[in-house]
């Protein structure tokens, strides 16, 4: 089992972080995170991926995205983790608003 565990950073650039808050169209989100899986089982044999994103404000250093990957083979794993992170942050509709030390900003898919 390989996990990857996205936590919140301290800075963006030259801009210190101090919060984020993550605000998504669910309904989408949710089928956007089930093909993202299904494309992920299918083209890495046999392995098994579960996906969740937080929602709502999370801190500093607490785990905004976690995957998990379950396969026989580690290169699979990996390779479908990688896969899976960078599909959700193209196709998934989350929306990310930083809080900085001077304001904040939204971040939103593609980013």
Not at 21 to 26: G, I, K, L, P, R
Request: proline share 1%.
């Amino acid at each position: 089992m390989l996990t990857f565990v996205g936590q919140v950073r301290d800075h963006t650039g030259d801009a210190a972080v101090t919060h984020l808050e993550y605000e998504a169209y669910e309904s989408m989100a949710n089928r956007a995170f089930a093909d993202i899986i299904e494309d992920a089982e299918t083209q890495f044999s046999g392995v098994t991926v579960n996906l969740v994103h937080r929602l709502g404000r999370v801190a500093l250093a607490e785990s905004s995205v976690v995957i998990a990957v379950g396969s026989a083979h580690r290169a699979d794993a990996f390779a479908a983790c990688r896969h899976v992170i960078e599909r959700l942050k193209v196709d998934v509709p989350i929306f990310k608003r930083e809080f900085r030390e001077n304001g904040s900003v939204w971040v939103g898919m593609g980013s």
